[in-house]
């Protein structure tokens, strides 16, 4: 009996919707599950960058855009000095449920089926080309499998055995600071400013994203020093109202792990993918894992359906094609990005370096906009100079 699906893509998330919809573009017939109800809330800054933008392939939906980015702010550690640069267009600020939910709408609307609240409990080996997934509702049988399910994969560890190592992940914290339309207009350049902040924790730095009628704030660092990571957060946002006179507003701060290992992957095994965060591909110096989820689901789809139209000799070399074209993509990217990362270390001399040369801020519209960013004359730059 042949398998019920070409393939089943799990988790909903930017590279499991993208992975979904590609899929159901090129004609395999998909389903798409999620642990899930949906929409759902996501942890996340909901920065999409203009480059995410591109690699997304469609235009946003009016709902899901909060606010137009085309100003980068760097507040230094004093917390006072603040350097600026202005671009075309950097991305926009989005709330990831109303993102997620459109992703999900747009892979229905190219064929695929969606399955919500249905957790993937692991995946069997492979058997003359089948493969059951096991779900906790019952077992589903597919061609190719494409785990898309976050940084701690289920289907990740049905192939490899343990979870990513502490030094191959990021640790962020996030809540939603209420303010009026008007004053986050004063406050961020008419509402298109991003702001990031250089805290005195080593490998760190804080966010300030408007939204339409809240500010997304955070703290990003690497999971080994994270620790403290709540209390520095406390203090961060109790001076950010301070100075913006708002508040005290008591904040639900909820916390969450990325990949920040920059080179350490796991694209998965014969027809079993790994795409987005389960793969371990985000970008270790922005904290950026949505152009990562949205270009790898692509590439896991691209990959597996090819090779499953090849009968016989296709299906088996999946895997490997696709950790070649995440190669070309990635490898050079990500490696240069880690070495930033750990080159800016507290961010004072890093600070220091680009308010003496104010010009290189251009690194920061790179990032948003440029998936090869950390080749650029401006990254290059600036690790020399921190070396
Ligand atoms: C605090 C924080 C702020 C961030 N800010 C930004 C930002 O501003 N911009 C940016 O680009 N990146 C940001 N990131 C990174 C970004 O959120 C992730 O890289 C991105 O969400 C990865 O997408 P994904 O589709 O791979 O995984 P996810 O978005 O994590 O989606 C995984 C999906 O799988 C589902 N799932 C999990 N387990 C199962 C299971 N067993 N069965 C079925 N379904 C399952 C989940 O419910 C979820 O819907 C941030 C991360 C954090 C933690």
């Keep these: 009996m042949s398998p019920e699906?070409?393939?089943?893509?799990?988790?909903?998330?930017?590279?499991?919707?993208?992975?979904?919809?590609?899929?159901?573009?090129?004609?395999?017939?998909?389903?798409?599950?999620?642990?899930?109800?949906?929409?759902?809330?996501?942890?996340?800054?909901?920065?999409?960058?203009?480059?995410?933008?591109?690699?997304?392939?469609?235009?946003?939906?009016?709902?899901?855009?909060?606010?137009?980015?085309?100003?980068?702010?760097?507040?230094?550690?004093?917390g006072e000095t603040c350097l600026a640069r202005e671009a075309a267009f950097l991305g926009f600020t989005t709330d990831r449920a109303r993102l997620d939910a459109f992703m999900v709408e747009e892979a229905c609307r190219a064929g695929a089926e969606f399955r919500p609240a249905t957790a993937c409990t692991g995946i069997g080996e492979e058997k003359e080309g089948h493969i059951n997934i096991r779900t906790h509702s019952g077992s589903i049988t597919a061609r190719g499998v494409i785990g898309a399910d976050g940084v701690f994969?289920?289907?990740?560890?049905?192939?490899?055995?343990?979870?990513?190592?502490?030094?191959?992940?990021?640790?962020?914290?996030?809540?939603?600071?209420?303010?009026?339309?008007?004053r986050i207009e004063e406050l961020f350049s008419g509402g298109c400013a991003i702001q990031f902040y250089c805290l005195p924790l080593p490998y760190s730095f804080g966010w300030a994203f408007p939204y339409r009628e809240k500010v997304n704030l955070g703290i990003g660092t690497w999971a080994k020093t994270g620790k403290n990571l709540v209390p520095l957060f406390g203090g961060f946002a109790r001076q950010l109202q301070l100075r913006w006179g708002v508040g005290p507003y008591k904040l639900k701060v909820r916390g969450a792990?990325?990949?920040?290992?920059?080179?350490?992957?796991?694209?998965?095994r014969g027809?079993?993918?790994?795409?987005?965060?389960?793969a371990g591909f985000a970008d270790?110096?922005?904290?950026?894992?949505?152009?990562?989820?949205?270009?790898?689901?692509?590439?896991?789809?691209?990959t597996l359906v090819a090779a499953l139209g090849e009968r016989g000799?296709?299906?088996?070399?999946?895997?490997?094609?696709?950790?070649?074209?995440?190669?070309?993509?990635?490898?050079?990217?990500?490696?240069?990005?880690?070495?930033?990362?750990?080159?800016?270390?507290?961010?004072?001399?890093?600070?220091?370096?680009?308010?003496?040369?104010?010009?290189?801020?251009?690194?920061?519209e790179r990032i948003m906009t440029n998936p090869k960013a950390y080749q650029t004359r401006p990254a290059l730059d600036i690790e020399r100079q921190l070396h």
């Design 5 to 78: 699906w070409d393939l089943v893509v799990v988790g909903a998330g930017p590279a499991g919707s993208q992975a979904a919809r590609c899929a159901a573009l090129r004609g395999a017939k998909v389903l798409l599950l999620d642990k899930k109800d949906f929409p759902r809330p996501k942890i996340c800054g909901g920065l999409l960058s203009a480059k995410s933008l591109q690699a997304l392939g469609l235009p946003l939906a009016p709902q899901v855009g909060e606010r137009r980015i085309s100003v980068v702010q760097l507040v230094g550690p004093d």
């Design 153 to 182: 994969s289920k289907v990740a560890r049905s192939l490899f055995s343990g979870r990513p190592s502490p030094w191959r992940l990021g640790l962020a914290v996030a809540a939603e600071l209420p303010l009026p339309s008007s």
């Design 257 to 268: 792990f990325l990949p920040a290992g920059g080179l350490t992957w796991r694209t998965g």
């Design 271 to 278: 027809q079993v993918i790994l795409a987005g965060d389960a």
């Design 284 to 302: 270790p110096f922005s904290g950026e894992g949505i152009f990562f989820a949205l270009r790898s689901g692509q590439l896991a789809a691209e």
């Design 313 to 364: 000799a296709g299906p088996s070399s999946a895997q490997g094609l696709y950790n070649r074209a995440c190669g070309q993509e990635f490898r050079t990217e990500l490696s240069r990005s880690l070495m930033l990362a750990i080159l800016s270390g507290t961010k004072r001399r890093f600070f220091r370096r680009l308010a003496s040369e104010p010009q290189r801020l251009e690194l920061f």
